[in-house]
């Protein structure tokens, strides 16, 4: 209820919003999708964003069971790759969606992995100043961390993320079958955040992925589909206690500050996961230097990401200048020094008093890239 006084009046806007949704997992779900679309739709039509890879792959296959159930839909595409993720594709696609008269009642199906995801979110939260969309991940990357969360943006040309808005999904589909398609790097690239998630918060999980690394990599179905509901167990836990990264969502972020800049610094040319591994270790170190993680899980996740077949050392052509550089002007950084999420042990991060995150003075920064050369 409005409130008026002499000099002012008070609008009343506290509420409770209910962003809850269901991760649907199974294999070969297109057809289920369709019929969940017609039986318990989101919207009255669909706008299926996807990249120019998963487009030949899934996007016409997936048009089709939805046309069969009487599901209107149209497919919009964009060029596959980070180099996408900007706000002139995201402009292009709102104008594409306004040309085709989609309105406040339609919906987007996000498919693809995570660049497609964060596109398709961003463009599902701004357009019409916000339409429902659901995430259908194609990627591991995906399935276990963007597609859950509600993190949607762009990149500029002064970092990654830098434009973007909160904003839940209404479903999330995660098909374990659109895995067998993966380049080898795009399954190594999910695995790394796989490893990730058993560092921040669960060691018995950590203990899996060591065990069954090589099965990971030959795709076997029944260890995937157990990365894939552990990894969304473990994230979809930390989101529902700090849904808008004030506090334990920070976590997700290990390995991310340096991983961010390294990413950058290559033009995009490293893989996402290849970056996130190295920031990983770049980050387990400060941790170890400082009197925790022990020189013993330090070298369980190094050895690991060897089993993985990732990159464990920073390439020469990348300088720790430019590294501190990049995370000094992160959106999380303060007063020149960079904020890292940083591990007690495997299974445990640092809870720094509940803000899950400290600056760290540049020197431990320095001495953790160089001993990741």
């Given amino acids: 209820m409005v409130e008026q006084y002499e000099d002012r009046i008070h609008l009343n806007l506290k509420r409770e919003v209910d962003d809850s949704y269901d991760i649907i997992f199974g294999s070969g779900m297109f057809s289920k999708i369709a ?183 030959e795709l076997d179905h029944n260890v995937l589909m157990h990365i894939a509901k552990t990894n969304c167990r473990i994230k979809g836990t930390v989101v529902e206690k700090d849904p808008h990264e004030k506090g334990l969502r920070r976590i997700l972020n290990y390995g991310h500050t340096a991983g961010h800049a390294i990413e950058k610094l290559s033009d995009y040319g490293l893989a996402h996961g290849a970056c996130v591994s190295m920031g990983m270790m770049v980050a387990g170190r400060i941790a170890n230097a400082l009197g925790f993680f022990s020189e013993d899980d330090l070298t369980r996740q190094e050895t690991l990401f060897s089993r993985l077949n990732f990159p464990v050392k920073i390439p020469e052509n990348i300088t720790d200048e430019n590294i501190i550089a990049v995370t000094s002007n992160d959106k999380k950084a303060k007063g020149g020094k960079a904020r890292y999420c940083l591990p007690k042990r495997i299974g445990e991060m640092n809870d720094y008093s509940g803000v899950y995150a400290d600056f760290i003075d540049n020197q431990f920064v320095t001495e953790a890239l160089r001993r990741t050369r």
Avoid: C
């Fill in 35 to 217: 019929k969940d679309l017609k039986n318990n739709p989101i919207g009255s039509r669909y706008a299926i964003i996807t990249d120019s890879n998963v487009a030949e792959l899934y996007s016409y296959e997936l048009e089709k069971k939805l046309f069969s159930e009487g599901v209107e839909s149209k497919v919009f595409v964009f060029e596959a790759g980070e180099q996408s993720k900007n706000t002139d594709v995201a402009m292009s696609l709102i104008g594409n969606l306004s040309k085709h008269k989609y309105g406040r009642g339609s919906a987007v199906l996000a498919l693809g992995g995570g660049v497609v995801g964060d596109l398709a979110g961003f463009v599902a939260a701004t357009y019409l100043r916000g339409i429902p969309y659901i995430q259908i991940p194609t990627t591991i990357l995906s399935q276990a961390d963007s597609s859950i969360g509600g993190k949607t943006g762009v990149d500029t040309e002064y970092g990654k993320n830098l434009v973007g808005s909160f904003k839940q999904p209404s479903r999330v589909y995660v098909d374990i079958n659109t895995l067998r398609t993966l380049p080898e790097m795009e399954v190594k690239n999910g695995l790394v955040e796989t490893v990730k998630h058993g560092v921040i918060q669960d060691k018995d999980f950590f203990a899996y992925v060591e065990e069954n690394a090589q099965k990971a990599l």
